[in-house]
C-alpha cells in the first residue's frame, strides 16, 4: 500500500489485503480499515517526500545520534541534564536539516505552505467531524 503510486491505487491494494485475511485476522484487518485514511494522508504531499515521511529512517537516526551522546557522558548528575544535553544535540541536528538539507530547504517549504498544507489541513478537518460523528 505504501509504495503505491496513486492514493487509488493504495485502496486497491488495501481492499486484496481485507478480502484476503478478514477471515484470519479480524483484529488486523479493523486496525487497517479504521486507520488507512489517516495513514495515507501523506500521499497528499509531493512525490520525492514521500519515501523520507513515511519511513522511521530520520527518528531512528536521531535515536542512534542521542545514543551516542550520551553514551559518552555515561552517567548523568541529574535528570535535567540529560535533557539538556539531548535538547541541544536535537536542536544541532534540527538546524543541520534545515540549513544544509535540500529536502527541507526554503524553497520546497514554501511551496508546501502555499500547495499542500491547505490539503492537509481540509482533510485533517473532514477527519475530525469524522471523529466527532462517531
Do not use: W
Request: charged share 30%; hydrophobic share 40%; net charge negative.
Amino acid at each position: 500500500m505504501f509504495n503505491a503510486s496513486s492514493i487509488d491505487e493504495a485502496r486497491r491494494v488495501k481492499e486484496a489485503i481485507v478480502t484476503e485475511y478478514e477471515d484470519v485476522a479480524e483484529k488486523a484487518v479493523e486496525i487497517l480499515e479504521t486507520g488507512f485514511e489517516e495513514s495515507m494522508t501523506a500521499r497528499c504531499l509531493p512525490e520525492h517526500l514521500h519515501v523520507k515521511l513515511r519511513t522511521t529512517n530520520l527518528l531512528e537516526r536521531l535515536n542512534r545520534e542521542l545514543k551516542r551522546r550520551s553514551d559518552v557522558i555515561q552517567v548523568f548528575p541529574n535528570p535535567e541534564s540529560i535533557l539538556r544535553l539531548m535538547g541541544a544535540v536535537t536542536i544541532e541536528i534540527s538546524n543541520s536539516y534545515a540549513t544544509g538539507n535540500r529536502l527541507y530547504a526554503e524553497k520546497t517549504f514554501d511551496k508546501l505552505c502555499a500547495d499542500t498544507f491547505p490539503k492537509l489541513r481540509s482533510i485533517a478537518l473532514e477527519q475530525l467531524a469524522l471523529i466527532k460523528a462517531a
